[in-house]
DNA sequence: AAACACATTGTACTTTCGGACAGGTTCATT
DNA sequence: AATGAACCTGTCCGAAAGTACAATGTGTTT
C-alpha cells in the first residue's frame, strides 16, 4: 500500500523516505483527490506546522477520502489524542517518528488497527477501566459457568455446530449438548443463537417465555 | 527476539512457525524458567485449552517471568481483555491469528506496546470518549438482499426463531424459511447462527464446506 | 407481450437441535 | 467412607431447522 504525505512543504523527509522509499508527498490535503484512486493509500499528515486549532479540521478532511489517516505532531498529547481518533484518524504519532516506527504504524493502520504512543495506550485503557466494568458485570452470569461449559459456550459464540464442537473438544456430541442444556439453563438463553449473540454481548429481543 | 509459545500439547502450530521459524514450544508456565535466560524473549499462552477461570492465573505466572506476554483466546472477550491486560501481559488476540498478524503483534509488544483486537480497541476509545461510536459498518452483502430477506435478517440477528419471524412479518413460516436460504445463500452464511453473527459484525470460525 | 425479479406457499424429506431419562467416572471435600 | 460437583456417555423422541422440487401471483422492465 502507498504512502501519502501531506506537508506544507511539499517534500519527503528523510526518514520518510527511509521507511517507505515510494511514498509521495502533497502539499494540502485537498490535493489528494489528484492522486490515482484505483490503490489504496495510507495518508500521513504532517500537523507540525498546523495550529491546533485547525488540526482537527484537517484531518476530517483526510478522512473524508476514505484512505486510513495518520496525523504526526509534534508533541502528542491526549487530549488531541482523543479528539483526533474520534474524528476517525485510525493513528496518532509524533512527527519525529523513527522509520522503524513509522512501517510498524503502517501495518497496524493498513490492516484496520488503531496507533498511538504506548504510553497513551495505557493511559486509556486506565481510564475505560471503570467504564467497562459495568460491561464486564453483565457477563458475570459466565463465571458461573464450569470450565468446560464455558469452552462449548465460546465455540457456539464463534458459529461452531455441535459436532463441530465435539470435534473441536474431543468428546461426544451427546456431551455438548449436556453442556449446551446447562448453560442454557445458567445463562437463561433460550437456544444457540441466543447464547452466540449473548456471548457477544448483544442484546436479544426475543426472551424465553 | 525469540518467541516461546506455552501450548498444551507442547508442540508449534503451523501458523506460529510460519510466523516465527524458530520459535519454541513448552507445555506449561513453569517451563518458562527453563529456557536460557540471557536473552530477551516473547511469551505467547495458548489459552484455547484453559478454562477462563484460570487464565488470569496462567497469565499472572508468565508476567512473572518477566518477558512481554500475549494471551491467545478462542474468542477476544472485552472483560478477559481487560482483567488480563491490567495483570501485565501486553497482548490479547485470537488464538487463530494469521501468521502476518502474530509477527505484527510481535513488534508491538517488544517496543513496549500494548496490542488488542482493533474492534476491541475502538470499542475501548469510544468508551473513554463517552461518545458511544455506534458505528455501525454498512455490509456491502447486506445490499443484495431483497427488501424481505433484508427483513428476515434483522429478525435474525436479534435471535428471533422462525415462527417468531413469521408472526412479526404476517406470513407463513414456510416463507421465512424460503427467504432464509437465499440469504444463507447470498451471505455464504451456513445456518442462522452464523447469520446472526455476520449480522453484528461478528467473525465467525468455521466457515462452511 | 414477454421476460424478469420478487414475494409467497405447498408437500415432502433429511438433518440438526434440545430435552427427558438413565447411567457411568473422577476428584475433592466432608 | 460418603457426599457432591464436574465431566462424560448412552438411547429415545419431538421440535425446529434447512433443502429439494414445484407452483402462483404481483409487479416492473424490455
Known sequence: MPQ???????????????????????????????????????????????PVAERLAQARAACACGYPVVAMVPLPREGE?????????????????????????????????????????QRFL??????????????????????REQMVAEQVALGASNREIAEKLEITERTVKAHLSAIFAKLGARDRVQLALKMNNIPTQHKKG
Chains 1, 2 share one sequence.
Do not use: K
Open 81 to 121: 489524542a482523543f479528539s483526533l481518533l474520534s474524528a476517525g484518524i485510525q493513528g496518532y504519532c509524533h512527527v519525529e517518528a523513527a522509520s522503524g516506527q513509522l512501517q510498524e504504524i503502517a501495518q497496524v493502520v493498513t490492516r484496520g488497527g488503531l496507533w498511538m504512543p504506548p504510553t497513551m495506550l
Open 4 to 50: 501519502v504525505f501531506v506537508t506544507p512543504q511539499n517534500t519527503l523527509r528523510e526518514r520518510w523516505r527511509e521507511a517507505f522509499p515510494e511514498a509521495v508527498a502533497v502539499a494540502e490535503v485537498p490535493h489528494l483527490s489528484t492522486v490515482p484512486s484505483a490503490e489504496q493509500y495510507s495518508v500521513w499528515l504532517d500537523l507540525g506546522a498546523v
Open 126 to 147: 486506565a481510564v475505560s477501566t471503570r467504564s467497562v466494568a459495568a460491561v464486564q458485570l453483565g457477563m458475570a452470569e459466565f463465571d458461573e459457568l464450569t470450565g
